[in-house]
């Protein structure tokens, strides 16, 4: 079981969460978007420490389980606690594909595919614009005030 209170926001706090984010952030979160591949602020990025969702601060992914996928976006082979994500099925585009949203907010993050690394084989490609990153050693965010700073 999560330590982290996987309650949605109220009403008043996802309005306060979504006013700060950018046109393209509301596009990819919100309207389940993707951005261009090869441009995301954290394909590259090699720091270690916790991907959380840009939107409720929820972490998602550790820096331990990204891969080089080569697909121009951040992938991951595990999430940080299977419960901290939704997999949804999507049919959009012509394509039957799993989409994965925060399980606390909904915001959409990207899709996971069956062609992933060892152990689980997953990958779960993800938009740079979904996620937040926390260094090792750093407080995570806690947008909703909850007290959620360790990881």
């Given at each position: 079981?999560?330590?982290?209170?996987?309650?949605?926001?109220?009403?008043?706090?996802?309005?306060?969460?979504?006013a700060g984010?950018?046109?393209?952030e509301r596009?990819?979160?919100?309207?389940h978007g993707?951005?261009?591949?090869?441009?995301?602020v954290f394909l590259d990025n090699r720091?270690?420490?916790v991907y959380g969702c840009r939107l409720c601060g929820l972490p998602l992914f550790r820096s331990s389980t990204?891969?080089?996928?080569?697909?121009?976006?951040?992938?991951f082979f595990a999430p940080y606690d299977e419960s901290h994500i939704r997999r949804v099925r999507d049919t959009s585009h012509g394509m039957i594909r799993v989409e994965v949203v925060c399980a606390r907010c909904e915001s959409h993050l990207?899709?996971?595919?069956?062609?992933?690394?060892?152990?689980?084989?997953?990958?779960?490609?993800?938009?740079?614009?979904?996620?937040?990153?926390t260094g090792d050693g750093e407080?995570?965010?806690d947008p909703l005030g909850r007290g959620e700073t360790i990881a």
């Open positions: 079981m999560s330590p982290f209170d996987l309650t949605p926001p109220t009403a008043v706090q996802r309005e306060t969460l979504v984010l950018s046109p393209d596009r990819v979160l919100l309207q993707t951005e261009a591949p090869f441009c995301g720091r270690e420490g990204k891969f080089d996928s080569g697909t121009g976006w951040p992938s990207g899709h996971v595919f069956p062609d992933g690394p060892p152990p689980t084989f997953e990958r779960h490609c993800l938009n740079s614009v979904s996620l937040s990153f407080a995570l965010p």
